[in-house]
């Protein structure tokens, strides 16, 4: 079981008290009506699949209950760095690694 | 539903639960910047950090996440607190949450490793007058140190009898001694 | 005292005497030992059949490596254990254990005829063997195989034990107790660390436990033991395990810790549990699991009698039994000597060291002469012979160029062999660390750990006890350090005798190349060395290919024994070195760990949570059938005297749709939406359009996915311009309510609008039927009954009961309806007042199953019945509900995807079947043509279908292809037995004009 370090909580807790959300930085267009077809199926559906330092998000939810920004090693399934929603991507040398 | 031992044994006995008494229970969620107009609806001030407690006589508040916080206060007063915060001009949300809950109280020399049968956290590093949500075994909880050996311990209504069956388990284990 | 227990050795408890039995023979033995030391003790050494050839098998070691005793254990009803190592089981007075895989007994095997056949049985028979005739496999082969082959039989009954877990937090965890690790908690404990240390062992000790010869600081081994087992539980901060093996090692330092609390006692205390699963999460590890002695490949290396020499050495000293009379010892490695000279000092005849290296130190050869012991150095041993015991074995010479020469035959009862030592590098290996060949050691060793860990003694190829300390101070000081707590390392000086030189062997040169001779390799499952060399010319190359081609490594124990000697063996086939052939992966558990341990308390009551309302008890008392929904049990139906299923429900539609029924729907998800931007929130993720709705009003919602197809529903009601009553359906509510927060938190944290689950802080009783007002009336305070101040879709707060009400008037049925919410703690008490202000209406009870034929009849769907996640609103013929003039909402921009536009899509209908009386089965497909072949094209499926009794007829709902314009065509359901005919109608079968509602 993985420790997550939870940025509002600013504490290492359990990995069962959150849930995980997805990719990160994947923002609701402003106004996705103007989306064309493409650019509204790659919103929807398609997704980096990195290999490395990816970008998703997490839910403290049996905590805080805030969603928060991660950078995980899919490899080694190893946290780099968790951040706030609403703050940018630590670049590489800002992160724990 | 609720299987306790009985009191008198707690001499004999590493670890007693009983459920607490009622409380009038709200969840406030509002900007934390304005705390402080929340605090004076309340009549305590709020506390400023997620798992911090405040209390003041029988009322007391906790915080839980960075906008949002449980106020308790006696049953009778339950009302006039509501009311309090109709007139408070900072928008806010104020939900009644005590019939939804159900709290215990797990107290006694084994109380932390009880409920470490079932819940992730180092509840011994936890410290006393400290507060947090956290899961024991499928339940989610509330769960607040009121000191080394005294535990509260909330779930929703309907996950009491598991809670309650797991830890009258628990208790039989930890008073067989192995 | 038995003839093979030693007076002067051992740990055992000789005062008591304990009773046991082995295939319902009687022995004993005492308190200390375990099952297989007293079965040694009374010169039992045929414990088993092997698992392809059925031979017969006896103790190849003294530990959990043990790959050959396995045995069956019954502890009374439903608490029999097969496949336990009787080399790790304690022994208790009554003890009951039986051989496996032997019929009809262990001397007399049937099976074993599998090892005449043995050429048949080689590497991969499973693949080559049976490929032919196709059929054969299923009716033929399998079943004589299954038969035939394999360890115990399961347990057929329930598992009758209790077994716990618990979490644990400490600076340093400890895994092992042997010196080393003993060192290491002993450092770290004295720095002020919180330590913890577990061995899978009765006593903790590990080596010191059979080393009767070497001192530490000036006193016996034994006393150091002693002394430091002593010291450590006086601190108070440290927590030692015995019993206690570490099973897994998981990311960031959580170690999973298998306890046996009670299986070697005869009686347990109540409430003890059998097992407890400890999670354990350290900041600091400390491995010191100690090294596994490594076989010799040679023929007939298996036969009962052969063993470890180490493994001896502990039966010796630590338990006090000589495992022969006779012991040839052979090794390539010079423990094996120590072990050689303690029996020999013990009274046991040893006519020969034989070691297959050509010269060892002058010390062991000096002690070995003064001892009178013969040795032969450069020498092979080329097969063993007697039929369910050893009783001699042949010797060869080694020749100048390696060759063996003329054998010698040697008689001996027992036969102890040594190929060296095998690191334990399991969890350092779970933990991902990676792993060193040493050319030196021929073993691979810990590297560059990837976790907070350190290794410590012999499981770092680290052989002496003084090494053992000084690795385990080292390791046990630094972590604490790293931990936060410096202090004085200890020092400790051991004194110690033992030599610890040998070389590697793949297998030993054979004199003999006859295709009957087995080598073996993998005990448990039967691997030869041949095997291994057939798999390598047939073409496999990786070790992990290789290992599932011949299965060596692949039994219970994991290759414990024989992993290192497969892969020398491989490597010498390849031509390659070790390195490069690769190392299979070790995983979790180190050894075998019961599902109960997993389970911990998840079982009967507390196998999973089960949610009940405020009003489940007056279900309970008034005989309801209960249904699972999510992870609420909800009342089906209430069956009067002996009516069915369908009797009952029956009669409550009737009673509803003719006079009232009420319904406890508590479980129904509501969350509370408040702030000033609550409507423009709403306004944002439902379709719906929620400005106008005024306070005191209700609407239903739906709620799509990005996608554009349908996630929930449910009556939303504005209580006050910044507060809306939302509900959801019982499944959705914590997904809608973390839909709700991640675009509140993430996508407009501009709104000021916040939410929270008051599911379970209203109970709810839907009233529904022509009476329902007038039961209300009476009781209700505040509100206005009458249709013109509360009409349909109204919501209001008064009192009932004295008691906060929450009323809506919305109905589900088509009827004149109710919901009542009122705070949980109440729900009950309201309940059972409505119930009595209802009776002179003949208020009926109904349940879930009633609630679903009535909404059916009117064509309401239910989210995961009619939908499935490809559903729109339009398929559903819910297109009404979109707020057409809102300029977005979730899902809106999804519904103008291509495939969501594009026609023939599945759309909601009604079906009546030709046949009245025939109900469909739900999830039955639907054609257009039941005449065309199979595969016939399926345009649908039936989502809901019910016997109506207001139509008096079966009615059903449906997704079909273009449905909506197929209205009044015949579609046919075809089934096993039947083909049915219906004809597509509209969703709502039953007063479609909706007069009902307004009572």
Known sequence: MLLIRCPYCEADRPEVEFTYAGEAHIARPPDPSTLSDDAFRDFLYVRSNTRGLFAERWRHAHGCGRFFNALRETVSDKFAATYKVGEARPAPEETSR | MLKTLDPLDTAVLPLRVAPAPALARFTLRIDPASRSMAGQAFGVSLPERIGALSQEGDRRAVQLGPDEWVLYAPEAEGQALAGRFRSLAEPHSLVATGDRELAFLVEGARAATALMAACPLDLDAMAAGTATRTVFDKVAILLVKESGERFRVECWRSFAPHLVGLLAVIERELAAGL | MSRFRVADRGRIERSRTLSFTFDGQRYQGHPGDTLASALLANGVHLVGRSFKYHRPRGFLAAGSEEPNALVGVDRGPGRYEPNTRATVLELFEGLKATSQNRWPSLSLDVGAVNDALGPLFTAGFYYKTFMWPKGFWNKVYEPVIRHAAGLGRAPDKADADTYASRYAHCDVLVVGAGPAGLAAALASARAGAKVMVADEGAEMGGALLSDLSSRVDGVPASQ????????????????????????????????????????????????????????????????????????????????????????????????????????????????????????????????????????????????????????????????????????????????PSGKPGAGRRIDCDCVLMSGGWTPSVHLFSHSMGKLEWS????????????????????????????????????????????????????????????????????????????????????????????????????????????????????????????????????????????????????????????????????????????????????????????????????????????????????????????SVGIFDASTLGKIEVVGPDAAEFLNRLYVNAWTKLAPGRCRYGLLLGEDGFIRDDGVVGRLAQDRFHVTTTTGGAPRVLSIMEDYLQTEWPDLKVWVTSTTEEWAVIALNGPDARRVLEGLV?????????????????????????????????????????????????????????????????????????????????????????????????????????????????????????????????????????????????????????????????????????????????????????????????????????AQVAGTVFYDPKGERLNG
């Open chain 3, 224 to 399: 150091w033991l002693a002394d430091t087992l002593d010291e450590l539980a006086s601190l108070g901060t440290v927590t030692l395990l015995p019993r206690t093996t570490a099973i897994g090692y998981y990311h960031q330092n959580m170690v999973g810790l298998c306890q046996r609390v009670t299986d070697h006692l005869a009686n347990a205390p109540s409430g003890a549990p059998r097992e407890r699963l400890w999670r354990v999460r350290a900041s600091q590890v400390v491995l010191a699991q100690g090294a596994i002695e490594k076989p010799l490949v040679f023929a007939g290396n298996d036969r009962p009698g052969v063993m470890l020499a180490g493994a001896a050495r502990t039966y010796l000293n630590r338990y006090g039994v000589k495992v022969g009379e006779r012991a040839l010892v052979v090794t390539a490695h010079d423990s094996a000597w120590e072990a050689a000279f303690d029996l020999k000092q013990a009274g046991i005849a040893v006519p020969a060291i034989l070691d297959t290296r050509r010269a060892v130190s002058d010390a062991l050869l000096a002690k070995a002469s003064a001892l009178g012991i013969e040795t032969l150095l450069g020498w092979t041993v080329s097969g063993t012979a007697g039929r369910l015991r050893v009783s001699s074995a042949t010797v060869n010479p080694l020749g």
């Open chain 3, 439 to 658: 050319e030196a050691l021929q073993a691979y060793l810990p590297g560059e750990p990837r976790e907070a860990l350190r290794c410590a003694g012999a499981g770092t190829g680290v052989f002496t006890l003084q090494g053992a300390l000084e690795t385990g101070v080292e390791a046990g000081a630094a972590a604490a350090r790293d931990a936060g707590f410096a202090g004085d390392a200890p020092r400790f000086a051991a004194q110690e005798e033992a030599a610890s030189a040998g070389e590697a062997k793949a297998d030993l040169p054979s004199a003999s190349g006859s295709a009957y001779a087995k080598a073996f390799v993998d005990f448990q499952n039967d691997v030869t060395a041949k095997d291994v060399r057939l798999a390598v010319r047939e073409g496999f190359r990786s070790i992990e290919h290789i290992k599932r081609y011949t299965t060596t490594g692949m039994a219970t124990d994991q290759g414990k024994t024989s992993n290192i000697n497969g892969l020398a063996i491989a490597s010498g086939a390849l031509g390659k070195p070790v390195p490069q052939v690769g190392l299979t992966t070790f995983r979790p558990p180190f050894t075998p760990t019961t599902f109960g341990a997993f389970i911990g308390y998840a079982k009967g009551e507390l196998f999973d949570v089960t949610r009940k309302t405020p009003i489940d008890s007056w279900a309970e008392r008034n005989r309801a059938v209960f249904e699972p929904v999510a992870l609420w049990r909800r009342a089906r139906y209430f069956p009067k005297g002996g009516e069915s299923m369908e009797e009952a429900v029956r009669r409550e539609c009737r009673a509803t749709r003719s």
């Open chain 3, 781 to 981: 305070e505040g509100i206005d009954l009458s249709p013109e101040a509360f009409p349909h879709m109204a919501v209001a707060e008064g009192t009932i009961m004295g008691l906060p009400l929450r009323l809506f008037r919305v109905s589900f049925t088509g009827e004149l309806g109710f919901e009542v919410n009122v705070p949980a703690r109440h729900g009950l008490a309201v309940w059972e007042r409505l119930i009595e202000a209802g009776r002179p209406y003949g208020i009926c009870p109904y349940g879930t199953e009633t609630m679903h034929v009535l909404r059916a009849e009117k064509g309401y769907i239910i989210v995961g019945q009619e939908t499935d996640g490809t559903v729109t609103p339009g398929d559903a013929g819910l297109g009404w509900a979109i707020g057409k003039a809102k300029p977005d909402f979730v899902g809106k921009r999804g519904l103008a995807r291509p495939d969501l536009v594009a026609s023939g899509r599945r759309q909601l209908v009604g079906l009546l079947t030709d046949d009245p009386g025939h109900v469909l089965e739900e999830g039955a497909q639907i054609v257009l043509d039941p005449a065309q072949s199979v595969p016939m094209k399926m345009v649908g499926h039936v989502t809901s279908s019910y016997w109506s009794e207001a139509l008096g007829r079966s009615i059903a709902l449906a997704l079909v292809e273009n449905g909506q314009a197929l209205h009044g065509a015949t579609v046919h359901v075809p089934m096993p037995d039947a083909t049915f005919t």
